[in-house]
Structures are given as C-alpha cells and as structure tokens.
C-alpha cells in the first residue's frame, strides 16, 4: 500500500503542478486585448437602447468577437506578445470601444464561423468574411468595411498568370467553406480544389510546392507575400469581396449599429489609420474605399444559389 | 433532419468518391503497414540486441505521436526536405507507419505466445532457426495474429479520417461531409451520412473478424 | 539528410518565446485529456453495467451505442459536435468551469463541444474494458459471492468491482495514451493546442509579423512537437508497467489485456 500511496501522491503533484504552470500564464495571453484607444470618448458614451443586443453587450461588459488567427495582417496570434493583431482586431476594438466594453478575441476558421454566430460563441465575426445572400439567410451582417478582391498567388516563374491558366492538371488551394470553393469551381472548372482548414496550410503548400496556386482575397495572399517575396499576386481580379462584420440571424438593430460604427470610422479617419498601418505601408495603393459599396451592393454581387 | 434524403441524392457522386478515396487510402497504406511491421517485428524478435533495440525504438515511437502530427511531418515536413511525395504516397505512408508499429507488436505477441518450449523443441530436433520460424511457429502465430491485425484494419478505416484531414488535404468520406456542409449548412445530415459511410466499411469488417476470431480459436 | 540536421533549422526553438509557447499550449491537451478521462471513466463504468445487465434490453440497446461510437473515426464525432453543438450546452460550460483552468479551456465553447465528443468516444472504450475487467472474475468470485449470500448489487461492489477494476488501470492508461494523441485533434475545431501552436510558430517566428527574426521550419517543429507527445507518452506507458509489475507482484500472475486496447475489441472471456 505505501508505495501505491507515494506514486498517487506524485501523480497528483504533477498535476497540480501543471495546472499551476498553466494559471501563472493566464496574465497577457490571447484573450482579453482590451482598449487599445486610449478612452477618448467617454464624452460620446454610447447608450444602448434597452432589450437590444447592444444593451446585453454592455451588461456583460465584453463581447466575444470571431477573427481569424492566421491570416496576417487581418487575423494573427502573435506568440511573442501573446496576442492576436490585425486590421479585424482593431475594427473589432474600435466597435468594443464605442460600446465601452471589452473585446475578447477567439478563433473563428472559415467553416466555423457561422455556426458560432447561430449557437452564440462568438458576438460578432470579423473574420475576413465576404457578404453573401446565402450566408445572409443564416447570419446578419453590417454595411461592408472594407473591399478584397478575389486574385490569384503563385510562385517564382510560374507559367500560371491567370485564371484562364488553371486548366486540367493544375491544383489551387483555398480554405474550406469559403466563396472561393464556388467561385474557382465556376471560374476554372478543371483544376483540382485542394481545400484545407487555414489559410497558414496553403502558404505552406505553394511553398513547397504541393499546389501550383492559391486563390483568395488580396489582402490575405498580400500577407503571404509580405512574409515571402518570391511569390507573386497575378491576374484579373476574380471578384470583388466586401468584407461585413456578421452577428446572429435577425439582429436587425445589432446589424444597424454595427453599420453606423463601420461608417463612423470612415469620417473620423480611424480607417483610413488602419488601413495604412496593415495593407497601406507594405502595398503602396489605394484601396477601393468601402464607402463606394453598400449592402445591397454586396448582395448583387453574391445573389442566392444554395439557401433560395 | 429535415433534408436527409435531398442531401445524399443531390451529392451521391461526391460521397462515392470520397468512399473510394478511404478505401484507396486503406488499401495502400494496410500494404505498407503489414510489410514494415513485419519487418520491425523481426527485429523485435531476433536474437540481436541492436536489432531489438532499433524495433523497439520504431515501436514506441510511432504509437506514442499523434497521427496528425506524422501526417504534416510526412507531407509538408519532407518536402521542405526535398522529399517529394504525392499526396496519396504521403497519406499512406504515414497511415502505413504508424499502423505498422501496432502490427509489429501483435506479431511479436503471437509468435511469443506460440511458447518458448517449441522453439528450444523443434531446435534440439535438428530443426534450423529458419526452418523453426517458418515450419513451427509462424504457422501458428499466424492464427493468433488475425483478429488483432483485423482489428488494425477498422482502426485503420477510422484514422483514415486523420490523414485525410490533415494539411495533405485528401477528398475523403469526412472530408466530403465538409464540403457538403459548407455549401448547404446541413450539418446534421451531412455527417449523418458520412457516418454512415464509415459504418459501412467499419461494421462488415468487425463482423468478418469476429468470425475469424471463432474460426481460428486456438484451443488450449 | 542534412536538411535535417543543419543546425540553422533548430535555432528557432531558443529564440524569443518560441519553445515556452509550445509547452504552454501542449498543457492543454494534456488538461484536455484529464478532463475527458475524468468523465469517461464515470460515464463509462456506467455503461459497462448497463451492457452486462441480465435486462435483455439494456445489453443490447447499450452494445449497439457502444458499437456505433467505437466504430466511427473520432475526428468525425469531433468535427460534428464542433459545428451542431447548441448554444446551451456551450453557455453551461462557460458557466460552470472552475476558474483554474487556463482561459482558452474556461471560456471557450469549442472546447466543450470537443469534451463531449471525446467523452463519447472515449466512455464507449472504457465501458468495453471495464465489461472485460469484470467479466475476467465474475463467474468463480461471483458465484462464491452467491454462495456466501451476497445480494447481486453488493457482491458486485464489494468482490467484483473493486478486483475487476484494478486489473484495469494497466488498460486504462494504455487508453489514456490513445486520448491524449486524439487531443491533437482538437487543433482543427480551432481550439489553441500543441499541433495548432507548431503551426503559428511555423508561421510567425521567421516573418515581420510577429517574428523573432529566426525562421522555423515545418519539419523541425513538427519534430519538436511529435517529440513532446512521444516524451509525455512514454512517460504514460511506463507508469503503466511499473503497475502492471506491481498488481503481479500482489495477486500472483493476473489475466491483463494486451497493451492493443484501443485497437482491439475486447472479447467476452
């Protein structure tokens, strides 16, 4: 019995142990970034009218928004600092700011974003997701905040310069549960769809070479590129994507509010700042300003082919 | 459940398709599997410590990593080395190896629980070492070692789903059921079908073992 | 070959906070794992009795439950239970998880969606063993029990259980083993464990977003990470051997299942 004890009584140190290791680095890991702007604008508190989503978010005093943690410079968990960046983050942080509440953060992969809106996960998505009608028959979205487009990523020397290229024998890599499974389907029938989870699987595929291309939206192949220049963005844009911040299935008033936030961050130039600092600075262009685009704009573009 | 039978008509070429990429992934990698373990197992069992020792090291190396892990190491990691395999090549070997070390070890089990007796008998008849492995003992091994390598088999069916699923990104049974859910967000029926996919392939099989199992009893 | 070994390929796991944060995350696997295990050795000691029960009924409705989860793959019951989990189940657990556990456990609803998938799994297992464990005694010890006149329920936890499930604990941990590799598969609900982490040191230790400044490469860090599972389950097995020799030692030569549990269904003796 006493050497069973003593082997219990370690087990049992192990474990906590472990757990104590784990709770010592709860403080400035992913999770909670807070406010980044420095509450300039206690004078404008916003006052949620009651029964609205808006009030539920204040009570809590956080909401729990779905970014992707992969996909610089929109979504990406940064290990040295612990935390997750990006232009979706500081969207996300400046509609948490206008609420006066704390953003947390959580991972939200292409295939699983919708359902974390409809069993109530996330708050809200800000994940690098286009607005599309049948999307819209299972979440709600705001006014776009921002216009991607649909290109084409290949390697050094490729013979690939555009969509028409992607004929019989060639592989393309985009994430699974993205427009782009439709859109490559319609737009180069012949090529083989390698479909993964993330989008950090497909800059590793043209990287070593498993997939002749990856086809999705500019921003996140700039991001690939900005992190190895021997890749190259070719060809027509494909599509063009504007990117809504999602809510659950028929919060009108939440999708409301979250479109007068976007455009409030249009006049006030927080998102011309955004802009510069994670596309602007490493691209050199001008963007379509999203202002151009309304919802219903959005909706034409991505008509209703599954959920009608 | 509502559009339970709308989701398999509409997509029945998908989700044969993705049945044969199972089946093509098992039967490739079982290959694999039975000739190294086979191989590792005769390491294990041979009268030379550096031989053991280099089966043992396989052995407990390839059970104690996540498949998920050999598969990226497989794919992604060797051709950064410069290794250049195709996706189905990589699949299968990761599946193969990391089976191969289970068949090893229920090799070694059968052949050991045949009995040291008979080898130190058949030896002091005349008989060579060769010739007591192939005439004496495996023939009996060989019946101990069925249900366990198929029972490997039906593990093999459902880790399918892993490499699968892995970077490497192959069209399989779950693989199909995504994309079926991500076009339709008929989440329920979509898997429903896809688990009955792999029952499909899973329930024969147990059953077929089963009756080895009776079959091959060895009575003591 | 000397892509492997070339020491520049190896630098990463001393720069910055690359190793720590892989130790970090691969804590919650193994939390993962302890979780699971917690419950399924419950909710699988309870199945087990209802699949040996003289009711016709329960044995068999339990046998076919036990059948049809041993037989899917896990990443299936993982992915399903990831994307059709309700919002109630989700909301419960973000509730009730003590606050000890590291906030990517506590407040996350993937996680739980990934408890109770594996939990299934998993229990549907250990039922199987445990049925084995105590079938491996009932008829000598469960007819001297009879004969001794204890009733069915008290024989069983006073003789029967308490013998059946210590010859288990080898098993058991050999399945603890399974669970903790079957953690691993939680990376592709998005939750932030060991495998995801390689990922994202891959991905960010070499580039301007984030970056050390020192590349990473995939095959090196899914050597390191394949490495820190094969460590921790090896460390598993021997624990299991040491008790293993020491339940021999006790009871004279006791009737164990082979080290194939997992992969073996379990016989009725």
Sequence with gaps: MRGNKRLWIIALMMVLALVAAACGDDDGEDGDTGDATGGETEEEAYEAPAGTPMADWQEEGSITIGVKFDVPPFGFENPQSGEVEGFDVDMGNYIADKLGVEAEFIEAISDNRIPFLADGTADLILSTMTITTDRDAEIDFSRPYYVAQGRILVPEGSDIQGIDDLGQGTTVCTALGSTYEGTLGEQAPDAKLDLVDAYSECFE???????????????????????????????????????????????????????????????????????????????????????????????????????? | MDRIL??????????????????????????????????????????????????????????????????????????????????????????GLYTAAYIAEAIRSGVSAVGKGQIEASLSLGFTYRQTMRQVILPQAFRTVIPPIGNLIIAMIKNSAIVAGSIIALDDILKVARIVNSRTFATNEAFFWAGVGYLLLTIPATIIVRRLETRFAIKR | MGYLFDPANWEWIFAGRNFMFLVERFLNNILIALIVMAFSLVLGLLIALMRISKNKFTSVVTGIWIDVWRNLPVLLILLYFGLALPQDVKEFWVDIAPSFLPDQIKDSGQVVASIIALTIYNSAVIAEIFRAGIQSLERGQGEAAAALGLPYWKAMRIVILPQGLRRMVPATVGQLITLTKDTSLVSILAIQELVAAGSIVNNTSGSPFGGTGVPAPILQVYIVVGAMFVVFNLALSLLSRRLEVRERKRAGDVETITGLEDQIAIKQV
């Excluded at chain 1, 911040?245 to 007068?260: H, I, K, P, Q, R």
């Excluded at chain 2, 069992?45 to 031989?51: E, G, R, T």
């Design chain 2, 6 to 95: 709308p989701i398999i008509t509409n997509n029945l070429d998908i989700y044969l398709s993705g049945l044969l990429v199972t089946l093509q992934l098992v039967g490739i990698s079982f290959v694999v599997a039975m000739v190294v373990g086979t191989l590792v197992a005769s390491f294990r069992i041979a009268p030379a410590k550096l031989l053991n020792w280099i089966g043992g090291f396989y052995v407990e190396t390839f059970r104690n990593i996540p498949l998920l892990v050999l598969s990226i190491i497989f794919s992604a990691g060797l051709l950064r080395a410069g290794v250049s395999l195709g996706k189905m090549s990589a699949a299968s070997a990761a599946l």
């Design chain 1, 205 to 308: 595929k043209i990287q070593n070479g498993s997939v002749d291309a990856v086809s999705t939206d500019d921003v996140i192949l700039t991001g690939m590129v900005i992190q190895d220049d021997s890749l190259q963005i070719v060809g027509e844009p494909l599509t063009t994507e504007p990117y809504g911040v999602g809510v659950a299935n028929d919060e009108t008033e939440a999708a409301d509010f979250l479109s007068e936030t976007v455009e409030e961050s249009f006049d006030d130039g927080t998102w011309d700042g955004f802009y510069e600092e994670w596309v602007g600075q490493y691209t050199g262009e001008d963007p379509q300003h999203p202002s151009e685009l309304t919802l219903e704009d959005a909706y034409e573009l991505f008509p209703c082919v599954e959920t009608c």
